[in-house]
């Protein structure tokens, strides 16, 4: 019955008008929430979220990560994407509900580092092809006991995979490819292009090889690196305090446990004999009780009560960062700086209960900085558990940190105009992003302060090459100064003693870089002794 431009005068009204929605129609009206707006934006989001599975699939699977992405021009703003990969493939009964059904995979229920976090990712990107092409995403998988082909598309109302074209394949292949089609989108070579995210991608994944076939045909190869495969960081579970009630009800429907006291125990990081003595004298009820029959009122005060208690630290061993190694390794063969300082720092928790880790690079002349109108910039790349993030700076504890930093202390007058990579990784089991779009980190206190030891740390390092390099050159701007003089002096010094020319000249050079030598000495013990003080 058509309802609409009718005004709601009462209950019976608003029945009428009353109706439930699947989360993919909620995200369909609110693509710019998974970052798919904007021409050039979506373009990268949909070879980030590709990029992203294919590398978490590899590692999960332990298989060192070889990936192809070529992004083909159908005509104007209509592009293909084929993304390859040499993962562990999917199953029947899995590929349609990771590929066509939203907010479902193997991430969004654990706490664990991997760059996905949602299962929104790859079928937000499904639908993003469905509604501008009206097409399905094709897809090849092998998982090494069964090869398949099929298209998916998703049943918009329902948030369910509807697989078409399904085909058995006789050959044998590990891997996944997706090929996709999406309009109103836009290649461009700039630093937020599909190029840039990859050759990030690629310092912050050593261990991967990625190529890239561009529209234009122009082909890109980031070769790995490093041979191992990263240790697979560990699944941890949620420390309780960090924990907020609504969680902690949700955790004790879902538990096997049959008593609140064995849930605790079961479910929880850091949870001993002694912790459950305390609790059970800080709350009102019998910790024997059924959990699925937790009321909120009583989920509040085991919450209230975890406050209280004193608990271990949450496990931190669980982070696997980049390392400083790897990250030199990484960042001089793509950069080629002439100076770079590296630090990992030990991990922290935030918000009480989540482990996270950061890790800071700054690199200095060479390939360092970005151009801009032939003038080099400083170039900040952030990172979230190794992950390229481009869009939305302004709103990510990464820049705030940098912004944070007095610059000037560190012998960087300028820091706009200074060639300079600054590159930050955070890690954690749960990345708090501002947003489902995955773009920018949000302003955990304990987070910023960990960015900014990891940024000072690294700043002093380089300022002392500056300094030094600012030394070598007023050294050299005097040596010429006086070099440009000696010549004159010399023919005065001939008039006047008539003593050979050429040797007065010498022994005039000689003098001046003595004491230039001299005052390089001094220099270096006063730093020795301001080091010892
Ligand atoms: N190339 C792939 N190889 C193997 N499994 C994959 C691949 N791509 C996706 N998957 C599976 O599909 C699931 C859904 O992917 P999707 O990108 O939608 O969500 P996610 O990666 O879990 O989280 P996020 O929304 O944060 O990206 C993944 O959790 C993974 O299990
Ligand atoms: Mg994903």
Redesign the pocket.
């Known amino acids: 019955m058509a309802i609409i431009g009718k005004e709601i005068t009462s209950a019976e009204e608003l029945e009428k008008h009353f109706k439930e929605h699947s989360v993919a129609e909620f995200f369909k009206k609110n693509m710019q929430m998974l970052g798919l707006t904007g021409k050039i934006r979506t373009l990268t989001t949909i070879i980030h979220?590709y990029v992203?599975?294919?590398i978490?699939?590899c590692e999960d699977a332990k298989i060192l990560p070889e990936i192809e992405i070529r992004i083909t021009e159908l005509a104007p703003l209509h592009y293909e994407v084929m993304t390859k990969?040499n993962?562990?493939?999917?199953t029947k009964s899995?590929v349609g509900r990771?590929?066509g059904k939203l907010l479902?995979?193997?991430?969004?229920h654990r706490l664990i580092q991997s760059?996905?976090?949602?299962?929104?990712?790859?079928?937000?990107v499904t639908m993003l092809s469905q509604i501008t092409t009206g097409q399905p995403i094709k897809v090849l998988t092998g998982n090494g006991k069964e090869t398949f082909a099929c298209e998916i598309s998703i049943d918009v109302r329902k948030n369910e995979p509807k697989i078409t074209n399904f085909q058995d394949l006789k050959k044998e292949y590990r891997g996944?490819i997706i090929r996709a089609r999406f309009k109103d989108v836009k290649y461009v070579k700039s630093e937020q292009g599909p190029l840039e995210y990859l050759r990030r991608t690629a310092i912050a994944n050593p261990h991967a090889t990625i190529k890239f076939i561009a529209p234009n045909n122009e082909k890109f190869v980031f070769r790995r690196s490093i041979q191992q495969i990263p240790a697979k960081p560990k699944e941890v579970k949620p420390h309780p305090k960090g924990i907020t009630v609504d969680e902690l009800i949700t955790l004790a429907k879902h538990t096997k446990a049959k008593k609140v006291v064995s849930f605790l125990k079961s479910d929880f990081d850091r949870m001993g004999e002694k912790a459950i003595n305390e609790i059970s004298k800080l709350v009102s009820f019998d910790l024997n009780k059924d959990p699925k029959q937790l009321r909120w009122h009583e989920a509040e005060e085991l919450v209230k009560a975890f406050k209280k208690v004193n608990f271990i630290a949450p496990r931190t061993d669980t982070l696997r960062p980049i390392g400083k190694e790897r990250i030199e390794k990484a960042i001089k063969a793509i950069v080629q700086p002439e100076f770079l300082a590296v630090v990992t720092r030990a991990p922290q928790v935030y918000k009480g209960g989540f482990p996270f880790q950061v890790e800071v690079a700054i690199a200095y002349g060479g390939k360092a900085g970005k151009v801009i109108n032939g003038q080099k910039k400083i170039e900040i790349m952030r990172f979230a558990n190794r992950v390229p993030l481009l869009f939305d700076a302004g709103g990510c504890a990464i820049t705030k940190a940098v912004n944070s930093i007095d610059w000037k202390r560190y012998n960087i007058k300028d820091i706009e105009n200074t060639p300079l990579t600054i590159f930050v990784n955070l890690i954690s089991v749960f990345v708090p992003y501002t947003s489902a779009g995955?773009q920018a980190i949000s302003e955990e206190e304990e987070i910023i302060e960990e960015l900014r030891l990891g940024l000072m740390d690294c700043a002093r390092k380089i300022s002392k090459f500056i300094a030094g390099k600012q030394r070598e050159y007023e050294r050299k701007m005097k040596k010429e100064t006086f070099f440009k003089y000696i010549p004159e002096v010399a023919k005065s010094l001939h008039k006047v003693t008539k003593n050979d020319y050429e040797s007065i000249k010498r022994k005039l050079e000689r003098l001046v870089l003595e004491r230039l030598r001299l005052e390089e000495k001094e220099v270096e013990e006063n730093e020795k002794k301001g080091k010892a003080a």
Do not use: M, V, Y
């Open positions: 979220e992203t599975n294919s978490d699939a990969d993962g562990p493939g999917l899995t990771a590929l479902a995979g193997t991430k969004f760059r996905g976090q949602q299962g929104i990712g790859a079928s937000g996944t995955k």
